[in-house]
């Protein structure tokens, strides 16, 4: 039986979890050059897709990851926008962040939000991890 629209008629937002843009802030020393790549999260925000919320309880849309950023504050706001959060309506992960969470992301079976492994610019994307694209193979018998 299909779910009635009561309950996903509130998700209105697209949650990312993604790299963070990694900008110079003062110039490099003699010899040396910085990255200034723009990441997947910060295309998306300029796009439009961020949302902050204001007090008491603000919250965010967007999750930066950076390489130091522990898994445990991954899956956390993972567990937030796929668990707790009933406005998102989908959630975009970079693939590679993905693999670092990959039992929380293979486990989500529920159809809101709904979740798109997205590749990034440094790390191309690979059908074989998509979790995704493994359930579908699985139900047409490859």
Request: aromatic residues 8%.
């Amino acid at each position: 039986m299909a779910a009635s629209t009561s309950a996903y008629k509130d998700r209105e937002f697209i949650a990312v979890i993604g790299d963070e843009v990694r900008l110079p802030v003062i110039p490099p020393p003699p010899g040396h050059t910085y990255s200034s790549t723009q990441e997947s999260i910060t295309g998306l925000l300029l796009a439009g897709i961020g949302h902050v919320t204001g007090p008491p309880a603000p919250s965010k849309t967007f999750f930066p990851v950076k390489a130091e950023t522990e898994t445990l504050a991954i899956e956390e706001a993972f567990d937030n926008f796929v668990r707790h959060r009933k406005d998102i309506a989908i959630v975009l992960i970079n693939q590679h962040i993905a693999d670092r969470i990959r039992h929380r992301v293979d486990s989500h079976t529920e159809a809101f939000p709904a979740l798109l492994e997205i590749p990034s610019k440094d790390h191309p994307y690979d059908p074989s991890k998509d979790s995704v694209l493994r359930r579908v193979r699985k139900i047409f018998g490859e």
